[in-house]
Structure formats: structure tokens, C-alpha cells
Antibody
């Protein structure tokens, strides 16, 4: 069974850094892109970017380019999303998803709250 | 940049009825694809339809997707209580990669 399991909820202050994870299992990690998607409270879905775990190639949505860093570690079958300096507007739920004909399997989501 | 417009914003129906949700692309999507997702409160989205008409693994056959030019539709033939949720369409393309979502349609009990 293909599974994507994300790290737990985070509460951070503005200006702090953060790295959240998405650990995969049940398939060959290096075969498929992994996407990250943001959902702000009560809002819709926004694609942030994708990473290919085989060579760590990344592509970002223009809206998120320079705002976050997406990476992958094929030794641990884990993808990451990180911020160097959080803002209150980064408060949201973040999902990872495997990219196969759309996004066929999703993580459970990580809630990130940024508040002073 | 393609913009996807979903309509209606909210659809009020009863179990057993037929639901038709619309997704219109702002420009040609001939070299790319469209997917539909279902999201329930507090849950991750679930892929229903890929490549406009393909049903994802494990999705009941009451869900179907169709396309007419830049207009796409998700049809649920007979609503079950568990179908009341928010539905998102997504345009996707691999080169260059783009995964644009529509704003969503809320399917609620009448």
C-alpha cells in the first residue's frame, strides 16, 4: 500500500525557520515526482512545487518561488518543505502528494501556525 | 497562466439526485490534463478523475468526468450521503510543470 506520512503540527513565531517532512512507503520513491500543496484556513488548494527524488530536480509555482525550499532524500524515501523565515501568512495546512496522473496519493497534512 | 473557474460555488441537492459540477478553463488545455478531487472536512483531498475522464483506483462508477473543449464536468449519477464534500478541479501539465486548481464547489445537503 502506497503511503505518505507527514510530520506533526507545528507552532512557530514569525522569523523562525521550519522544515516539515513527508515519508513515503509502498512504492519506489525515485520513480515519481512529489508535490507540495498549501491550503490556507477555509480556502482552496494551491500548488507550491514539485521535486523528483531521483535527482532532486525541483520546480516551483511562481507564487512560491523564493519563498520555500523543496527537497528529497532518497536514502530515507522522504520529501521536505522548508522555510527560512516564517510569516504569519504562512499559517496553513500543507499536503504532500505523489504525482501520478494528477496527484494520486496524499499525505494527511501538516498544520503550521505562525503567531507571535 | 490558465485560470480554472468552477461553478456553481455551492450546489444543494438530496441523496439519490444527480450532481453536475462544472470547471471551465480560461484558455486551451489541449496539451494537458484535468483532474477532479474530493475533500471532506479535516481530510486530505482524494483523486477521483484523472485525464478528464479516467476514474482513479477504487472510485465508484457513479463518478464520471467529461470534456467539451475548454469545459469540463464531474457528474455524480446518484448521490450517496458520503458524497457531500468540496470538489476541486485541477489542470496539470508535465512540461513545464503546472498544477493549477479551481476554487472549488461545495456540494451540500438540501
Amino acid at each position: 500500500e502506497v503511503q505518505l506520512v507527514q510530520s506533526g503540527a507545528e507552532v512557530k513565531k514569525p522569523g523562525e525557520s521550519l522544515k516539515i517532512s513527508c515519508k513515503t512507503s509502498g512504492y519506489t520513491f525515485t520513480y515519481n515526482w512529489i508535490a507540495w500543496v498549501r491550503q490556507m484556513p477555509g480556502k482552496g488548494l494551491e500548488w507550491m512545487g514539485i521535486v523528483h527524488p531521483d535527482d532532486s530536480e525541483t520546480r516551483y509555482s511562481p507564487s512560491f518561488q523564493g519563498q520555500v525550499t523543496i527537497s528529497a532524500d532518497k536514502s530515507t524515501n522522504t520529501a521536505y518543505l522548508q522555510w527560512s523565515s516564517l510569516k504569519a501568512s504562512d499559517t496553513a495546512t500543507y499536503f504532500c502528494a505523489r504525482v501520478v496522473s494528477g496527484m494520486d496519493v496524499w499525505g494527511q497534512g501538516t498544520n503550521v501556525t505562525v503567531s507571535s | 497562466e490558465i485560470v480554472l473557474t468552477q461553478s456553481p460555488g455551492t450546489l444543494s441537492l438530496s441523496p439519490g439526485e444527480r450532481a453536475t459540477l462544472s470547471c471551465r478553463a480560461s484558455q486551451s488545455v489541449s496539451n494537458s490534463y484535468l483532474a477532479w478531487y474530493q475533500q471532506k472536512p479535516g481530510q486530505a483531498p482524494r483523486l477521483l478523475i484523472y485525464a478528464s475522464t479516467g476514474r482513479a483506483t477504487g472510485i465508484p462508477d457513479r463518478f464520471s468526468g467529461s470534456r467539451s473543449g475548454a469545459d469540463f464536468a464531474l457528474t455524480i449519477s446518484r448521490l450517496e450521503p458520503e458524497d457531500f464534500a468540496i470538489y476541486f478541479c485541477q489542470h496539470y501539465r508535465s512540461s513545464p510543470p503546472v498544477y493549477t486548481f479551481g476554487q472549488g464547489t461545495k456540494l451540500e445537503f438540501k
